[in-house]
């Protein structure tokens, strides 16, 4: 399977702004053949990069959605309207959601079904905090993540595409080894029935990918901070293995 690279720019860039960074990296990613590219702009970028991307080799996700499809929900997006402006893919359970806006692992697993349910691609987020791995506690903690997410739906899990994202390392610049982030990867496969991809973020830089990406248990990698920036996002995305 071809690695995935995407790119979280959690609530940064404009549209005008986000226009201006897709078209840049298209200009420097136009040789890039072998690698799934896809763009998490926040909601209000979504369709003016959706029309930018359209029949190129960059596909769309979106940063979240509500479980429901349409109501009185003040605030929120349906997955449907993320179909519409052209996302295949919806991070789900991102640790700023979970730790700072309160998601719990029941919405989690509301939202993960119904994005199934209508043909989005979820990527699903699980890490433990600084404290929890300090205290030997990451595999309980994803363990738990894992579970309840996957609640009632654990046949469809190789739909699904992991990411584990050790919070500690989430915009820190602090970096998983690669041991830490392969030990992780093979836990969370090892609670899945079928093969499925798994991605790693946390600090992902131009300087970490290639050692990161020469693990097999690393099928990918979903980068924060370091894909706002054309070059280096485009660095991270041409990750060599022979370095
Ligand atoms: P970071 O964010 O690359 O800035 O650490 C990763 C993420 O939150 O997905």
Redesign the pocket.
Known sequence: MEPIIAG?W?MNKEPGESRALVQKLMELTGDVKDRIMILIPPFTSLASVGELVRNSRFKLGAQNMHWERSGAYTGEISGLFLKAVGCDYVVIG???RRHVMGETDEMINKKLKTALEIGLIPIL?AGEKEEEREAGKTEAVIERQIKEALKDIENEAHKIIF?Y?PVW????GKTATSQQAVEVHKFIRGMLKKPSTILY????KPENVDTLMKEEEIQGA?????SLKPESFARIIKFTKDS
Not at 201 to 204: K, L, N
Not at 222 to 226: I, P, S, T
């Open positions: 979280n959690k991102h640790s700023e987020c990411a994202e390392a989430i915009g820190t973020g946390g600090s992902v979903l980068v924060g901070g370091a």
